[in-house]
């Protein structure tokens, strides 16, 4: 049985080659369940390892893909029997283990999660690993304390994938979300989505100046990082909550100890990567319930295996918007 897939090697330490490249199924690594792959998506870390030194690859060559979702087809676990549906995401898959830009994987059966029943495979790569890292972080915010009636939920780099499922999310769920983006043409698409205003990122996104400004936000969930998330901690109303997912605005935080120390201020680190089988399964039944599915038409890209080099290039420039689905096998 021969399958495609998008295989990057490396011949030296400058360039990398990306290609879609027929494959046969004992050259799939180990795992206990084989799934036929249906859609993936592309992501930072996925563009990211279509580039040469990206310290994410350990070997080569290698199948990215950090997420994917489709059919078992083989199983050697009693919780997983052919036919069923299923999403993964995490574990390093697509980094050190074989990913989703492939129409075949073989994967651990623990890092796999049923697929809910109100979602179809194309959907769950609609929300893929940014909307559960999206979803994590709002079930984080509300356990510490987070509902509606608090006021606006700020959410940086709306426009992205992140930030696009919790804007979704949020303004579904009833609450007053205030979506920053540093391009004007996405506001349309960011208000369809549920935001109630938009905030220029410039309005943000600015060298530190104080510890602490007006108290404005309830709540936040934070897909940038750096300077934005250092600015947006002086701003939180007391004992409000920044939940920080993603790092592409650096890894630094030039931020006082003063808003934790004087407003209360919390921050929430999401991983996405390695979550409990329980943590999973229930951010994807949230998912389910709360995100409004035909939102989720108005964020696909869709793409084929061939179009991946491409994409991932325009992803890690900040030039994709909405969600890339891929279906690897158009």
């Known amino acids: 049985m021969t399958f495609n897939a998008l295989v990057v090697d490396k011949s030296n330490d400058s360039e990398v080659s ?4 027929q494959l046969t199924e004992d050259q799939l690594p180990e795992g206990d369940v084989t799934v036929a792959v249906e859609y993936t998506t592309v992501n930072y870390k996925d563009g990211l390892c279509l580039q040469p030194n990206n310290g994410l690859v350990r070997s080569y060559p290698h199948v990215p893909g950090i997420d994917f979702a489709g059919t078992v087809e083989k199983s050697d676990d009693s919780r997983y029997q052919p036919g069923d549906k299923v999403v993964l995401t995490g574990w390093r898959v697509g980094e050190i283990h074989w990913g989703g830009f492939s129409q075949l994987a073989r994967v651990n059966a623990d890092w796999l999660v049923p697929l809910p029943e109100l979602l179809t495979t194309k959907q769950a790569m609609a929300v893929g690993t940014a909307g559960f890292a999206a979803m994590l972080a709002i079930i984080a915010l509300e356990e510490h304390g987070l509902h509606p009636d608090q006021g606006e939920v700020l959410v940086t780099g709306a426009g992205g994938g ?3 499922i919790a804007t979704a999310v949020l303004g579904n769920l009833g609450y007053q979300v205030a979506a920053v983006t540093g391009r004007p043409e996405t506001e349309p698409y960011l ?6 205003r938009i905030v220029a990122r410039s309005d943000i996104d600015t060298v530190v100046k ?3 400004e007006s108290e404005t936000w309830a709540g936040c969930v934070d897909a940038v990082g750096g300077e934005m998330l250092a600015r947006v901690l002086g701003q939180m109303k007391y004992g409000g909550s920044v939940a920080a997912v993603g790092l592409a605005g650096g890894a630094k935080l030039p931020a006082s100890v003063i808003p934790f120390l004087l407003r209360g201020v919390n921050l929430l680190g999401i991983d996405s990567v390695m979550q409990p089988y329980e943590n999973r399964l229930a951010a994807w039944q949230r998912i389910a319930s709360d995100l409004p599915t035909k939102k989720l038409e108005g964020m696909i890209h869709p793409a084929t295996l061939s179009d991946l080099p ?4 325009k992803i890690l420039e900040g030039q994709v918007k909405g969600r890339v689905v891929v279906d690897v096998n158009a």
Do not use: F
């Not at 990306?18 to 490249?21: D, G, K, L, S």
């Open 191 to 196: 208000t369809s989505l549920g935001a109630s």
């Open 162 to 164: 992140v930030g696009s």
């Open 18 to 21: 990306a290609v879609v490249t």
């Open 310 to 313: 491409e994409l991932g290039a």
């Open 210 to 212: 104080r510890p602490l």
